[in-house]
């Protein structure tokens, strides 16, 4: 019998669960019963956002691969590499990125759930000890990339992913507009 296949889905900074790639994601995925999708509501802080996905991956009892979305492809590369499992990042923020994200300190309003919040001095810090330098198994990861990505810098994405598998495309943006298109290179990945 084929094992069941457990996907965590984590969306970007200032997003949510229902972000428009995690309800594209679900909607490809109802059909597949051997795959379970979850798709959580990430906390702003990233020590907590880091201890919701670490519980949800502790908790499980099935195979768990991670996919993640700008600040969630950082979240997802780190805990992949913590757990040993494959990982899939769209147009992820890199560790050469964080530097450059000082100015996410401050009040924000999230864009789903109308939520404000705070992001804190402390917050970016704990963002900081996330950057990992080098990945263990750097062969556990699939980036996607778009070199249009008028958010980060794909050139510094292109240079962490270096020893990665890596699909860079010329165009496109950040949102990553045709994500499903690749859901089933993604799950190739996967498997």
Same mark, same amino acid.
């Given at each position: #019998?084929?094992?069941?296949?457990? !996907? /965590? @889905?984590?969306?970007? $900074?200032n997003s949510s669960a229902e972000s428009k790639k995690s309800k594209i994601l679900n909607s490809f995925l109802e059909r597949k019963e051997l795959i379970n999708l979850e798709s959580p509501n990430l906390n702003a802080s990233p020590s907590k956002a880091i201890s919701?996905?670490?519980? !949800? /991956?502790k908790e499980s009892s099935n195979r768990i691969c991670v996919i993640g979305s700008s600040l969630g492809g950082l979240y997802a590369t780190f805990?992949?590499?913590? $757990?040993?499992?494959? *990982?899939?990042? /769209?147009?992820?923020?890199?560790?050469?990125?964080?530097?450059? #994200?000082? +100015?996410?300190?401050? *009040?924000?309003?999230?864009?789903?759930? +109308?939520?404000? @919040?705070e992001f804190s001095m402390k917050d970016y810090s704990d963002l900081q000890k996330l950057g990992l330098k080098e990945l263990k198994k750097?062969?556990?990861?699939?980036?996607? /990339?778009? #070199?249009? +990505?008028?958010?980060? +810098?794909?050139?510094?994405?292109?240079? @962490?992913?270096?020893?990665? @598998?890596?699909?860079?495309?010329?165009?496109g943006n950040h949102s990553y507009d045709d994500f499903f298109e690749k859901i089933p290179l993604i799950l190739d990945y996967m498997y």
């Open positions: #019998m084929e094992e069941q296949l457990k !996907i /965590i @889905y984590l969306h970007g $900074f919701q996905i670490e519980k !949800i /991956i805990v992949a590499d913590k $757990f040993d499992l494959r *990982s899939v990042t /769209i147009n992820p923020v890199v560790t050469n990125h964080i530097s450059e #994200m000082k +100015d996410l300190v401050g *009040s924000h309003k999230n864009f789903h759930t +109308d939520e404000e @919040y750097p062969l556990n990861h699939l980036c996607l /990339i778009k #070199m249009s +990505d008028e958010v980060l +810098d794909h050139n510094k994405t292109l240079e @962490y992913f270096s020893k990665s @598998y890596v699909l860079s495309e010329k165009g």
